[in-house]
């Protein structure tokens, strides 16, 4: 009878264990843009200042999508006081079905590009 009881007992902590577990998308920004990144947000999360050649501290995310092996990720942030967001090509349509991702760790480099005269920002999921 003594071991009947412990069943419940074992499922509940067992339970309680794989719920505290929960998986995230975790990933570090890495700015190769030259330049410092001021009032960074990337899809949401708000990493502040981004000095140049530094690393973010780990961003953690609920669940991100991936176009192909490329996270898809929407930035803004401000370098020599012009705004600067991801560039327009990246809400056209790539050809890739996109794919929920649930969890992981990812190390992302920031960069700058120019098209057209116009400066954006560019995040390259690296691994």
Excluded: W
């Excluded at 920004?29 to 960074?40: A, S």
């Amino acid at each position: 009878m003594k071991k009947l009881r412990i069943i419940p007992i074992l499922l509940f902590l067992f339970s309680t264990t794989l719920t505290s577990c929960e998986k995230s998308v975790e990933v570090q920004f890495h700015n190769e843009t030259g330049y410092d990144i001021h009032e960074l947000v990337i899809s949401g999360k708000p990493i502040g200042l981004l000095p140049k050649n530094e690393s973010s501290a780990i961003v953690e995310y609920d669940g991100l999508y991936k176009i192909g092996n490329q996270l898809e990720l929407q930035s803004e942030g401000k370098i020599d006081h012009q705004t600067l967001e991801n560039h327009p090509f990246f809400e056209c349509g790539t050809g890739y079905n996109q794919k929920k991702v649930g969890f992981g760790n990812y190390k992302v480099s920031i960069q700058l590009i120019e098209s057209d005269s116009t400066r954006y920002l560019d995040c390259i999921t690296l691994y």
